[in-house]
């Protein structure tokens, strides 16, 4: 080394030892170290799989404890070996590089000499960006029926609110829904609940470099319960681990794990991106440059606005102000602003449910919750899910203008501090392409479900104005002889409802399609498919049919109320989301 000082060129076993510098073929075996371009071209050598690049055992105190840089540069990878770093690592994003050194001030002074060439484009250290903190409280579960009966909704109220259930309704009946992937960049997932039953797909962890999401804490997966709480099972969640516990308890994520996590994200088939992540005071070039690259590439990115109720612009909030993503800050429940933690200004695009919202957790009785623009951000990422499960050639443009366009924006709003509005989907369910209002709604009928009464009093095509069933569907009643009977015949013991498609096959089910508001209160909304559902059995009039005396709901009586439960039970209203 004091013969030469470090070069391009490759040095001789008998100048210098063997290091990651560019090893001639007859020293060292090609491997991730930087071959001569005779040999290889580089880029065939770098690694490029998700870095396991941040695991701390000494305290955190400086973005320079990491002693790495990453850096956006013209130079071929073998050309940075003249900072004499330890390892050098391709970056899966444009020219873009991790550079390990042995000390911080190593990767400090080669900051400097970076800087001062003109190859480079940027180059910063790989900053840490703390879990952002959330209020947690006790979870009280609320055993309404509402909430029972639902596929949405089990935990979190956001998910019961804003047109999220509608939407959810109306695309669980789509039978051209597309399968969606989410995925969640955050602290893991541990969870047995059954919310995630069928929901998840293999992820990834940054920190250990291996498939081993378990969440270090709970952050994530509370996140990833609302994403599953509040869309169809045809939308998955993928996990993808960046935090580590520092010596200090804290945690911690690197920004080379962060763009690997969502370049992986991306190279899996996920559409849409949560980052419920982010600090305040430094904008992170890397991270921002990995977003803006996979929202040109198609990916949805949604970030968290952040908790320290400051202006993003002001504080150098990131990623919460990269203006490719969908910033989202927190409202309570009853659709106040949360102004006692989430972040806002010009940045914010939209606010959602993120105060005091109920989700998964690993601990406890896998229920907790928490309150944050943490929880706000995947309501938001699970309402572009579906937006894009119902219509797949929309660009990330247009779903962002379309959650915007179709916010509800209370009295007074400020929009410049705020956003477009509160996130509501229920103008989408009611303005639908084909100008439908609750649209494609699975009817059941079960052939043998037995009856006794009379057959519902319409049986058209047309049940109401803006009610449709498909062409040429009838709905049959058989005696218990199976001799077909009109619709206005008094029934005996083992009579039943037989529904037929446009071809005359026997099915177990058909689509409505419900436009409008059919129960007249000024709202298209899951009421009216109440009413749908009420008027094909005639239950406007229930007093007219005569039933064999029963007490059908188990409530110690018999009367008008078991008519009820009979008839909902015909028509699986037990479940009416469904």
């Not at 606010?351 to 929880?375: D, E, H, L, Y």
């Amino acid at each position: 080394p004091s013969e030469q000082p470090p070069t391009e060129q490759s040095p001789t076993p008998s100048e210098q030892p063997p290091t990651e510098q560019s090893p001639t073929p007859s020293e060292q075996p090609p491997t991730e170290q930087s071959p001569t371009p005779s040999e290889q071209p580089p880029t065939e050598q770098p690694k490029t799989e998700p870095i396991s690049a941040f695991s701390a055992e000494e305290p955190i105190s400086s973005d320079y404890d990491l002693a790495r840089l990453i850096v956006e540069s013209t130079l071929s990878i073998d050309e940075f070996s003249v900072l004499n770093p330890a390892r050098v690592i391709r970056v899966p994003l444009d020219n873009t590089y991790i550079l390990q050194f042995e000390t911080p001030a190593q990767a400090l002074e080669a900051q400097k000499k970076l800087e001062a060439m003109p190859e480079t484009v940027y180059v910063e250290p790989d900053k840490v960006i703390p879990l952002p903190d959330t209020i947690d409280e006790e979870y009280i579960p609320d055993n309404s029926i509402d909430i029972l009966s639902a596929q949405t909704g089990k935990y979190s109220w956001g998910a019961r609110t804003g047109g999220m259930r509608e939407f959810a309704a109306m695309l669980d009946a789509n039978t051209n829904k597309k399968e969606v992937i989410v995925a969640v960049i955050d602290t893991g997932l541990t969870s047995n609940d059954d919310i995630f039953t069928g929901r998840l797909k293999p992820g990834i962890s940054c920190v250990k470099g291996n498939n081993d999401t378990s969440d270090v804490q709970s952050h994530g997966t509370h996140v990833a319960g609302i994403v599953a709480d509040s869309t169809t099972d045809n939308i998955k969640i993928m996990p993808i681990a960046v935090f580590s516990i520092n010596a200090d308890n804290k945690l911690l994520a690197s920004g080379t794990n962060i763009v690997a996590g969502i370049k992986y994200a991306q190279k899996q088939g996920a559409k849409v991106i949560n980052l419920s992540l982010g600090a305040s005071g430094e904008h992170i070039q890397s991270v921002e440059r990995a977003i803006d690259e996979v929202v040109n590439g198609g990916v949805n990115v949604i970030v968290a606005a952040g908790n320290e109720s400051q202006d993003i612009e002001l504080s150098n909030a990131c990623p919460a102000h990269v203006k490719s993503a969908i910033t989202v800050a927190s409202y309570n429940a009853g659709g106040a602003f949360s102004s006692g933690f989430s972040n806002y200004g010009v940045a914010v695009d939209i606010t959602a449910p993120g105060g005091k919202v109920s989700s998964t957790i690993p601990t406890g009785n896998g229920v907790g919750t928490k309150s944050g623009t943490s929880m706000a951000a995947p309501h938001v990422a699970a309402a572009a899910a579906m937006i894009v499960s119902n219509n797949s050639s929309l660009s990330p443009a247009e779903v962002e203008a379309m959650i915007k366009n179709n916010a509800n924006v209370p009295v007074g709003w400020d929009t410049t501090k705020y956003g477009a509005g509160l996130l509501d989907l229920t103008k989408l369910v009611s303005n639908q392409p084909t100008g439908s209002g609750i649209t494609s709604i699975n009817y059941k009928i079960d052939a043998s479900r037995v009856m006794t009464g009379v057959l519902p009093k319409s049986t058209a095509a047309t049940i109401k104005a803006n009610v449709y069933l498909p062409t040429g569907t009838k709905i049959e009643c058989y005696s218990a002889s199976n001799a077909i009977v009109s619709d206005t015949a008094t029934l005996g013991t083992g009579a039943k409802l037989v529904l037929k498609n446009s071809g005359g096959t026997v099915v177990d089910q058909v689509t409505i399609v419900v436009r409008g508001d059919n129960d007249g209160d000024g709202n298209v909304n899951i009421n009216d498919l109440v009413a749908v559902k009420r008027h094909i059995l005639g239950i406007e009039s229930v007093k007219s049919y005569n039933f064999t005396a029963s007490d059908t709901n188990s409530d110690g009586k018999v009367n008008i109320n078991d008519l009820v439960a009979v008839k909902r039970h015909i028509l699986g209203i037990e479940s009416i989301v469904q």
